[in-house]
């Protein structure tokens, strides 16, 4: 019985229709592209160097979200954590100890968006809002909107870098694999564990939650520290990535995350998704754009085409949502 219902405890209705969505796109961009590229090496890795930077964070936006909150400030914590990273590579601080406070920088910012949402009451769209433009106003004061190398402290080939974006037999990133690592461990306590459990509760009613014993404050800075570190791995691996800090780091991702995160079935009101549905939407979002780059779309209309499937997918998770409680 109990195996019975684990697939429709990770995979709901809304998920299950992101994830027919997400084969028939795979089908028509293989068809559909000229020399039928989509499926060649060169694009499946670039995918999963690439998909796990959102991957990772719509993980962490997604649960938040069913716990009933956002956070528009991670496409500031983002380059802030990557900031960190390379000036403390300047100053020849130790990689364990450069690691650890990166990290723990993005855990705070974190620890501040959550303690903020929980103490002032005020929706988490506006305060977040908020919190994204002081941050970014003090990187780029920090930066000078200049970016980093870090090659002249940091020779390639260095544990970390193995260890974050490194390329296993020469064929397949590690990135990828961090983002199946999080997913897996994500999964496990999102949907089999009591902090799951009450994130869930929180998000459907947090009234209701509080009247179970439910400590919801606690619950939603677990949520906002959770966003927050991830931020840090992404903003390690971008810097890593592309040697160098860049102030425009993660832009755009605040929302990229939300849609993937609704694509996959998230509700925007809370109480509802699963993290087999956000790992789907995100990889249904990037397949979408590297569709359609190959397919030789203009870069910048993309994003219209984008912005189409998430209404699509709000509109058609509405009715779906209907019909499965009938």
């Known amino acids: 019985m109990e195996r019975q219902k684990l697939v429709p405890r990770l995979l709901s209705y809304k998920a299950s229709f992101t994830l027919i969505v997400f084969v028939a796109l795979l089908v028509i961009f293989q068809i559909f592209t000229p020399n039928h590229t989509f499926f060649q090496r060169p694009n499946l890795f670039a995918l999963a160097r ?6 990772i964070l719509t993980l962490g936006v997604g649960i938040l979200m069913i716990c009933g909150e956002f956070d ?10 990557s900031f960190v990273f390379a000036k403390l590579l300047g100053f020849g601080a130790p990689l364990w100890l450069n690691l650890i406070v990166t990290l723990c920088v993005g855990v705070s910012i974190g620890l501040v968006n959550g303690f903020l949402v929980t103490r002032t009451r005020l929706p988490s769209f506006i305060l977040t809002l908020g919190t994204m433009l002081f941050w970014k106003g003090l990187l780029y004061a920090a930066s000078l ?4 190398g870090i090659r002249s402290w940091l020779p390639a080939g260095s544990w970390l870098e193995n260890t974050l974006i ?3 037999g020469g064929v397949f990133p590690v990135q ?13 306590m999102l949907h089999f564990t009591k902090l799951g459990n009450w994130i869930f509760v929180t998000g ?14 606690m619950v939603k800075i677990v949520a906002y520290v959770g ?9 390690l691996m971008q810097c890593l990535r592309i040697e160098s800090f860049s102030p425009n780091q993660g ?16 509700a925007l009101t809370g109480g509802i998704g699963s993290v087999l549905g956000i790992v789907i939407g995100t990889l249904t979002i990037q397949i979408i754009e590297s569709g359609m780059i190959l397919l030789g779309l203009p870069a910048f209309g993309i994003g219209t085409f984008i912005g189409a499937v998430v209404i699509l997918f709000a509109v058609l998770n509405k009715y779906i949502s209907r019909w499965s409680t009938r």
């Open 50 to 55: 690439l998909a796990p930077d959102l991957g």
């Open 72 to 81: 528009l400030s991670v496409v500031s914590t983002i380059p802030i954590c």
């Open 145 to 148: 909107m200049m970016p980093i």
């Open 166 to 168: 490194g390329i296993i």
């Open 176 to 188: 990828a694999l961090w983002f199946l690592g999080f997913a897996v461990l994500l999964a496990g």
């Open 204 to 217: 459907d009613n947090e009234t209701a939650a509080r009247a179970m014993g439910i400590n919801t404050n």
């Open 227 to 235: 966003v927050g570190f991830l931020c840090a791995v992404i903003g």
């Open 251 to 266: 832009v755009g991702f605040e929302l990229k995350a939300i849609a993937s995160a609704v694509v996959g079935g998230t």
